[in-house]
């Protein structure tokens, strides 16, 4: 069985940093954008961060562009906007594709160890739902991730433990966060 840590990706320069690097960490891998209704989430996940990360926690952001163009920047335009608008000082990665073809298998494999179980219950879901059905049809049954800040957390041991669509609660998220370390 796989664990994140034989998964190696890209930093916002192109480097390649080997997951291991985090080993021993619990992890919230989360998937953003600029330019989305759910770009606030970046505050909270500041918080936790700030909070937690002295106890073993990280937060890796990877940036996409795959939900209605929300993150058109380059890397170093997103980076700034991030720590500018909300001081965010987890790492950041390059922007990457988390659906079809040129899917990171990071993404993928994430998404195959926790699959989408829906956005909840209610109209602004199930508008989101439609929405995202929509936006990810080009995808096939590669549209592993359905919309912008889906987490992924990851324990100690490299393995995925929750997944959270952006519609959850980010106290939720920090709850079970605090659990895992």
């Not at 619990?26 to 953003?32: A, G, R």
């Not at 739902?129 to 957390?153: H, P």
């Amino acid at each position: 069985m796989s664990t994140v840590y034989d998964f190696s990706v890209k930093d916002r320069k192109g480097n390649e940093v080997s997951l291991k690097d985090f080993a021993g960490k619990v992890l919230l891998i989360v998937n953003t954008a600029t330019g989305c209704g759910f770009t606030p989430h970046y505050e909270p996940l500041e918080a936790m961060y700030k909070e937690m990360k002295d106890q073993g926690f990280e937060i890796l952001d990877f940036p996409s562009n795959q939900f209605a163009n929300q993150a058109p920047g380059s890397d170093d335009e997103i980076h700034e906007f991030c720590t500018l608008k909300f001081g965010t000082e987890f790492p950041q990665f390059a922007k990457i594709d988390v659906n079809g073809e040129n899917a990171d298998p990071l993404f993928a494999w994430l998404a195959t160890e926790k699959p989408f179980a829906g956005f909840g219950k209610g109209l602004k879901f199930a508008a989101l739902s439609k929405f995202a059905d929509m936006n990810n049809k080009a995808f096939g049954d590669k549209a592993y991730i359905k919309w912008n800040f889906t987490k992924f957390l990851v324990d100690r041991e490299g393995k995925v433990i929750a997944r959270f669509e952006p519609t959850v609660d980010m106290e939720e998220v920090k709850k079970a966060v605090a659990a895992a370390l």
